[in-house]
């Protein structure tokens, strides 16, 4: 499965940006999960959706800031990022689970997107 994220940016704090990750092959059986990595710091999870949609898990710091969502008919999962703040700078990764449901265990993901970088000034 390639995956290929777009849609990051440069924005300012509270703008708002729509990732887009594309899967080369259906997916759709398949939970799927967008990260980042910051610099110097470590791959961080940020949210999932199960294969069929109606789940999703978020990291805290996103809550009510951040939806995910996914297109299966156009094997797309999108991350709508709303009231961006400097911290959330980063790369972002969509990947694709080894599971259907939704999990936040980056072990649980096999196949990687490319990253889209995401920056937030102040």
């Known amino acids: 499965v390639q995956l290929q994220a777009s849609g990051g940016g440069l924005v300012q704090t509270g703008d708002s940006l729509r990732l887009s990750c594309a899967a080369g092959?259906?997916?759709?059986?398949?939970?799927m999960g967008w990260f980042r990595q910051a610099p110097g710091k470590e791959r961080e999870f940020v949210a999932s959706?199960?294969?069929?949609?109606?789940?999703?898990y978020y990291v805290d710091s996103v809550k009510g800031r951040f939806t995910i969502s996914r297109d299966n008919a156009k094997n797309t999962v999108y991350l709508q990022m709303n009231n961006l703040k400097p911290e959330d700078t980063a790369v972002y990764y969509c990947?694709?689970?080894?599971?259907?449901?939704?999990?936040?265990?980056?072990?649980?993901?096999?196949?990687w997107g490319q990253g889209t970088q995401v920056t937030v000034s102040s």
């Open positions: 959706i199960s294969w069929r949609g109606g789940n999703t």
């Open positions: 990947a694709t689970s080894l599971r259907s449901t939704a999990t936040s265990d980056v072990h649980q993901y096999r196949y």
């Open positions: 092959r259906t997916s759709s059986n398949n939970a």
